[in-house]
């Protein structure tokens, strides 16, 4: 048994499927149809591979790690075939049918163990992260981020309020997680952020917006067109979605535009000042939007040091946002939680200037 045992989702907690790449195809040709090369994709909870047919056609199948309840997978592919129906201009994977007519079947693992699987289309794309990060490019990801949950904001689904987390807004159930950081300056580090997450931000949860949001959307799950960086072509990875406040979801966007610029708020600072122009941040939300900020790094930490040690074959993943989050808590922990807010929403207050002025 381990020590000081992980409050954890199961799917963290369970080891990843792992088929090998001929009984994947095996695995697509009886219940799809289709014939194609079987290249493995990383993914942090299911296994995921792209099948590339002859003629160029790509799709992505998912083997779901056994512990996701298929009612979550059910609720995933809900909300893809409904922004589909509402918003269908968002690039988004579309859910596609296997030869009965299902969004899913179920598969049988090496262990005997059943789990679902299911297949989506594949969306061409280049990853922001392989990309020279710009304004206008921060700016263009984060309308596109608004657009989505404007699209989401009518949806619902019996399994939207799943527990997953990776949900900035329940940060305090991973309070058990601080004692497992080894370095004094660094625990004290994320002890502070979390005393602050758990005295400002808890209790005015239940009195901001909420809606099912996509939960992960950062530079890795955001498509541009390889001629044009600053034209978004796709959003990727729905795994983390649940229902949540909507602010959580900007702070956790936002999270990830604090490295790249010499001021670690600017990009950052872009990112809200967009979203905010498109779906507008009430006065509440814009009082906790750089705390949440804070806390995205925070359970990023403590989440993947947590995993990195169960999971050591798996390290380099699942480690692959921890040094930048350490770093943007280092930023941010010489600031107060009024400076922070103010270089936060530099964009939004200079909007609303410009708006009184004309």
């Known amino acids: 048994m381990e020590e000081n045992p992980p409050i954890t989702a199961a799917a963290l907690s369970t080891a990843v499927p792992s088929l090998a790449p001929d009984e994947v195809g095996a695995l ?38 056994p512990s996701e309840p298929v009612s979550v997978v059910d609720f995933q592919i809900a909300a893809l075939e409904h922004i589909a129906r509402v918003a269908p201009e968002l690039v988004v994977p579309r859910v596609v049918r296997t030869l009965g007519g299902q969004a899913r079947d179920t598969v049988m693992l090496t262990d005997g163990v059943r789990t679902t699987v299911r297949m989506l289309t594949y969306l061409d794309g280049v990853q922001i992260r392989d990309t020279v990060r710009t304004a206008a490019q921060r700016r263009a990801m984060a309308t596109l981020l608004a657009r989505l949950n404007l699209a989401l904001r009518e949806f619902t689904h019996p399994s939207a309020t799943h527990d997953l987390l990776w949900n900035v807004c329940a940060a305090h159930r991973l309070a058990a997680r601080l004692g497992d950081i080894v370095d004094p300056s660094r625990r004290a580090l994320a002890e502070s952020f979390m005393t602050r997450f758990t005295e400002y931000v808890l209790p005015h949860l239940a009195s901001v917006r909420s809606q099912v949001i996509h939960n992960d959307y950062h530079l890795y799950n955001v498509l541009v067109a390889p001629e044009d960086h600053e034209r978004m072509v796709g959003i990727i990875d729905f795994g ?43 006065e509440l939300e814009q009082e906790i939007v750089a705390d949440l900020m804070a806390t995205r790094h925070l359970i990023t930490v403590l989440i993947s040091e947590w995993r990195a040690r169960r999971y050591p074959e798996n390290r380099a993943y699942i480690m692959r946002h921890n040094p930048a989050a350490w770093e943007a808590l280092s930023q941010m922990a010489d600031l107060s939680r009024a400076e922070a807010r103010d270089r936060l929403l530099t964009e939004v207050r200079k909007g609303q200037t410009d708006e009184k002025h004309h």
């Open 240 to 282: 983390d979605m649940l229902y949540a406040p909507l602010v959580g979801e900007v702070a956790t966007a936002a999270a990830f535009h604090m490295s790249g610029t010499t001021d670690p708020f600017e990009g950052a600072a872009q990112f809200v000042g967009a979203y905010h122009a498109t779906l507008p941040l009430s």
């Open 28 to 65: 697509v040709r009886r219940l799809y149809g289709i014939n194609g090369r079987v290249k493995s994709l990383v993914g942090e909870r299911d296994q995921n591979c792209c099948i590339e047919t002859d003629d160029g056609r790509r799709y992505v199948v998912k083997i779901s790690n």
